[in-house]
Structures are given as C-alpha cells and as structure tokens.
C-alpha cells in the first residue's frame, strides 16, 4: 500500500476542520423528505398547534411519543400515542361498527383539539333487524337495530401496562338518552375492561350513594353524565362516577400483575382512582369466544352506541363523542 507522508496529509485535515466549524455554526439541515407531506391524507393535516402532551394536555415536547421508547433494560416504560383523527380508520384504526350501523366518524375541533368525532344518528330508529348475525334480539327496538358505532386499534396484542383514552363527553339528546360514549378494552365478550359514559338510568342519577369525579356523594347534577367502569366477566363488576359533561376528561384502565400473574384492573378518571378489580384471568389465558387458541390480551376501541342500560329514552337524534388520542405505556 503507498504510504502517505504526514505533509502530504496536512492538507485533508485542514478541510475536515473547517468542515466541523461550519456544522459548528449552524449550517442548514438537510431537507424533510417530502414523501411524507405527499403521502398524507385530509385526516393527517392537524395543525401543529392542535398536537397534545397527554401526561399534561399542553404543547407536545416529546417527540418520542409517537414512535415508542428505545427499547432496552434501561429504557423505562413504552409510550405509544395513537393521534386521533390522524390514526383513525382508515389510517391505522380498524372498523368496528355492529349490527348494520353506518359508519358516522368524522374530524371535529372542539376546545382547541383536533378529535375524532363517533356519533349515532338514528331518526328511523336503526336499520332493519334482518337476521342474528346482523343485529341480535336484544339489540331490536320494535324491528330495528340499535346503533352501535365503533373503532379500534390494529394491535391485538394489549397486555400488562397502562391504557388512556382523552374523551370529550357531550350532554346528549334528549337528556336522558340511552347513549354511551365508550372507550374499553376487548378480548372477547367475557372478557372486556370498559369506561361507558352516558346519562345513567334515572334511579342511578338520584342515587344518594352516587360517587363524583370531585370527590362529593349524592345525586347527579343537570350538567353530569355517569361513567360505569366495568368488567364484563371474570368476575363481572361495575362501578359508577358522575363526571362533568362538555369537558374533556382522561380515561384510563391500568393493568398490573396479580396473583398468578393474572391481571389486576385499575380504572382511573383524570389521574383519580375510582375502581379496581382482581381478575380471574391474565395475558397467557384463554380468550378464545371468536378465536381458538387466542391469549387474554386486548385491543383498544372507542365507540358510541344506542345501548338500553345507559339511559331511559332511545334516541333519534344525533348524538356524538369526540376522541383526541389514546396511549399504551408498557
């Protein structure tokens, strides 16, 4: 190999060092690749000003959020921030309406976020019940299905971690609709984790028993809505707070080792706790109802339905919830 004389390398050096000045002194950056702005479709245009911190409902300033903690021994929990509308269907979030109920979603503004919006909208009141598959008994009001409009995410996979859902829960109409604004988790019918909001069954409302996102106990106020947190199986258990309506509110439903390794369920509302439950099942049990063979592991919807527990009066209105993100820490 022909060797090179240190004078003959004077001259290399001196261009390196000149070149780490000027990166030194703030030369530009290379441009974004400008696929990514081309690829983007009308829900991905938030504005900037629209992105949200979810541990503090501010300015976003943790980029990682989005793409997930390194991984590592060392790395700390896994945060997975699912934007919305931006990752709703049809741009990472599946279908998951029942019966034969249109698929009303749309991007709304609301308080200053950008949300995806769910609603029913059932003046006939429903589509035909046209066969169990479609719409099941319990699910008909004289011949016609109840609405029953929903998302969810693609993962399937949702195991031990910590489950947050950021909700603007609307008044509905008419006021004592039988409207839920959901946001669970599911495996199978036997097994799924839920926050259910609504107005509540009038004796539910005057219940002087009746907890308060607040802290206080009695009947609800006009401006409330009841949230029942509640597992569906394994054991069966229900919980319900008044919350404030036309506000945003952090639902979350935290899933810790049990005994056995079996799942423990926190439901929290705005950091507070309100529930908990040991379950009889956990991540390698069964959950095979629709699947032979499926784990006890989740996936994460939200959704608004025309369901009969959650009010007095079936609605043909409009009524809607809006989602700004959900976030899995693992």
Same mark, same amino acid.
């Given at each position: 190999m022909r060797r090179l004389s240190l004078f003959a390398?004077?001259?290399?050096?001196?261009?390196?060092?000149?070149?780490?000045?000027?990166?030194?002194?703030?030369?530009?950056?290379?441009?974004?690749? &400008?696929?990514?702005?081309?690829?983007?479709?009308?829900?991905?245009?938030?504005?900037?000003?629209d992105a949200r911190d979810p541990r503090a409902d501010g300015p976003l300033d943790d980029a990682s959020l989005d793409a997930g903690a390194p991984d590592g021994p060392d790395a700390g929990p896994r945060v997975t921030l699912d934007e919305l509308p931006e990752r709703a269907y049809p741009n990472g979030w599946l279908l998951a309406t029942q019966g034969n109920s249109p698929a009303n979603f749309g991007a709304t503004t609301i308080a200053g976020a950008s949300t995806l919006t769910v609603f029913t909208d059932d003046p006939t009141g429903g589509g035909t019940? &046209?066969?169990?598959?479609?719409?099941?008994?319990?699910?008909?009001?004289?011949?016609?299905?109840?609405?029953?409009?929903?998302?969810?995410?693609?993962?399937?996979?949702?195991?031990?971690?910590?489950?947050?859902?950021?909700?603007?829960?609307?008044?509905?109409?008419?006021?004592?609709?039988?409207?839920?604004?959901?946001?669970?988790?599911?495996?199978?019918?036997? /097994?799924?984790?839920?926050?259910?909001?609504?107005?509540?069954?009038? &004796?539910?409302?005057?219940?002087?028993?009746?907890? /308060?996102?607040?802290?206080a106990v009695g009947p609800a106020a006009a401006g409330e809505m009841l949230c029942h947190m509640t597992s569906q199986g394994g054991p069966a258990s229900s919980s319900i707070v008044?919350?404030?309506?036309?506000?945003? /509110?952090t639902f979350a439903i935290a899933l810790a080792k049990g005994a056995s390794d079996r799942y423990r369920a926190t439901w929290s509302i705005d950091g507070a706790t309100f529930a908990t439950a040991d379950l009889a099942y956990g991540p390698a049990d069964a959950c095979d109802q629709y699947v032979a063979g499926r784990k006890c592991t989740f996936q994460a919807f939200v959704s608004v339905e025309n369901l009969a527990f959650i009010g007095d009066t079936y609605p043909t209105a409009r009524n809607e919830a809006h989602f700004d993100w959900f976030r899995a820490t693992e």
């Open positions: 390398l004077l001259p290399l050096v001196a261009a390196v060092a000149t070149s780490f000045a000027a990166c030194g002194e703030g030369a530009s950056a290379p441009a974004p690749d &400008a696929s990514v702005a081309a690829d983007a479709s009308p829900l991905d245009a938030t504005p900037a000003s019940c &046209a066969g169990a598959l479609e719409c099941t008994a319990s699910q008909c009001v004289a011949t016609r299905c109840r609405q029953r409009v929903k998302q969810k995410s693609p993962r399937q996979d949702l195991g031990f971690g910590e489950y947050a859902w950021r909700v603007y829960v609307p008044t509905p109409t008419p006021a004592d609709a039988q409207v839920s604004m959901g946001a669970f988790l599911y495996a199978d019918d036997g /097994h799924e984790l839920d926050f259910e909001c609504g107005p509540g069954a009038a &004796a539910e409302r005057a219940s002087a028993a009746l907890k /308060h996102a607040g802290g008044a919350v404030t309506a036309n506000a945003f /509110h």
